[in-house]
Nanobody, 120 residues
Framework: QVRLVESGGSLVQTGGSLRLSCVAS????????MGWYRQTPGKQRELLAA???????NYGDSVKGRFTISRDNGKNTAYLQMNNLKVEDTAVYYC??????????????WGPGTQVTVSS
């Protein structure tokens, strides 16, 4: 019922910037929270940032001050602006959305992920 597609992942040098996008589509009444996570092999998926429909945000400690989450409710799109990238930011980045469907059921969805690689 909610399909997410991420884009913007790439290879970038240390200190560089990237902007990830996540577009949600499907049949839903509203998307309540959109978030960005990342995962590296052998590690748990890590919350980076989340944003509510009213614009409230929270960030993981590892990215505070470097990453900024935003969203365009009209386009059902969330963004993650990543600045001052470090080698340790290399990971697969996933978009998450918590939506309410037309039957009032809550639905949690994940995108397929986009690779971000930061080279030294």
């Amino acid at each position: 019922q909610v399909r997410l597609v991420e884009s913007g992942g790439s290879l970038v040098q240390t200190g560089g910037s990237l902007r990830l996008s996540c577009v949600a589509s499907g049949r839903f009444a509203r998307i309540n929270v959109m978030g960005w996570y990342r995962q590296t092999p052998g590690k748990q998926r890590e919350l980076l940032a989340a944003i509510t429909s009213s614009g409230g945000t929270n960030y993981g400690d590892s990215v505070k001050g470097r990453f900024t989450i935003s969203r365009d409710n009209g386009k059902n799109t969330a963004y993650l602006q990543m600045n001052n990238l470090k080698v340790e930011d290399t990971a697969v980045y996933y978009c998450n959305a918590r939506a309410t469907l037309y039957n009032t059921e809550d639905f949690n969805s994940w995108g397929p992920g986009t690779q971000v690689t930061v080279s030294s």
